[in-house]
């Protein structure tokens, strides 16, 4: 059934394959090369790059109480899939995303931490208070790279960045076609580069 404009409401863990008694999972088709929106409450999140043209959210949470209330919906178009994951636990929550290795991301996330495994694509990040972590193998595939915190740290082996206090930032300009962006308001940015 072709119908990009639907959306794809699904309550964890009433409609969807529960692995484990306290793991499930959520699948959506969606096209290489898109753009992937993250609507995140708080938790601990991993974006991971898969060889499919799926997103797949995976939840955990250490009661079968707590992974019931969570809610995740996705939301495909043609181009952009909009990723909800919302009635997060107040404490242990943990998510995977796996989305197609090419992949744009813009994701916003009240609290917590997000870790960006190496997809191709642009990367547009912000967390109100936590961590964002991105790996970046290759940071000659970057052109405008920046990432600020208010108050807290950067640390970018990738770019050769490392500050840290209140009002924090850096800008550049390098050789390749991805734009990079990353904000914190409260916490730390590592934008890991390879060892």
Same mark, same amino acid.
């Given at each position: 059934?072709?119908? +990009? =404009?639907?959306?794809?409401?699904?309550? /964890?863990?009433?409609?969807?394959?529960?692995?484990?008694?306290?793991?499930?999972?959520?699948?959506?088709? +969606?096209?290489?090369? =898109?753009? !992937?929106?993250? &609507?995140?409450?708080?938790?601990?999140?991993? *974006?991971?790059?898969?060889?499919?043209?799926?997103? *797949?959210?995976?939840?955990?949470?250490?009661?079968?109480?707590?992974?019931?209330? /969570?809610?995740?919906?996705?939301?495909?178009?043609?181009?952009?899939?909009?990723?909800? %994951?919302?009635?997060?636990?107040?404490?242990?929550?943990?998510?995977?995303?796996?989305?197609?290795?090419?992949?744009?991301?813009?994701?916003?996330?009240?609290?917590?931490?997000?870790? %960006?495994?190496?997809?191709? =694509?642009?990367?547009? *990040?912000? /967390?109100?208070? =936590?961590?964002?972590?991105?790996?970046?193998? &290759?940071?000659?595939?970057?052109?405008?790279?920046?990432?600020? %915190?208010?108050?807290?740290?950067?640390?970018?082996?990738?770019?050769?960045?490392?500050?840290?206090?209140? +009002?924090?930032?850096?800008?550049? &300009?390098?050789?390749?076609?991805?734009?990079?962006?990353?904000? *914190?308001?409260?916490?730390? !940015?590592?934008?890991?580069?390879?060892?």
């Amino acid at each position: 059934m072709k119908c +990009f =404009g639907c959306w794809l409401v699904l309550l /964890v863990p009433g409609l969807l394959h529960a692995q484990q008694a306290l793991e499930t999972s959520a699948q959506q088709k +969606f096209i290489s090369g =898109g753009t !992937i929106r993250l &609507h995140l409450e708080a938790g601990g999140y991993t *974006v991971t790059p898969a060889d499919s043209e799926n997103i *797949v959210v995976t939840c955990r949470a250490h009661t079968e109480e707590q992974l019931r209330r /969570v809610k995740v919906e996705i939301r495909p178009t043609a181009s952009i899939a909009d990723v909800y %994951v919302s009635e997060t636990p107040h404490n242990n929550f943990q998510a995977t995303i796996e989305v197609p290795r090419h992949s744009n991301l813009w994701a916003r996330l009240s609290a917590g931490e997000l870790d %960006v495994e190496d997809l191709e =694509g642009d990367k547009n *990040v912000e /967390v109100f208070a =936590g961590r964002i972590q991105i790996d970046i193998p &290759h940071p000659e595939l970057y052109g405008h790279r920046d990432a600020s %915190v208010t108050t807290g740290s950067i640390e970018s082996s990738a770019f050769d960045v490392s500050k840290g206090g209140l +009002f924090r930032s850096f800008e550049q &300009h390098g050789p390749g076609k991805y734009r990079l962006h990353a904000h *914190v308001m409260a916490g730390e !940015i590592d934008l890991h580069g390879s060892d």
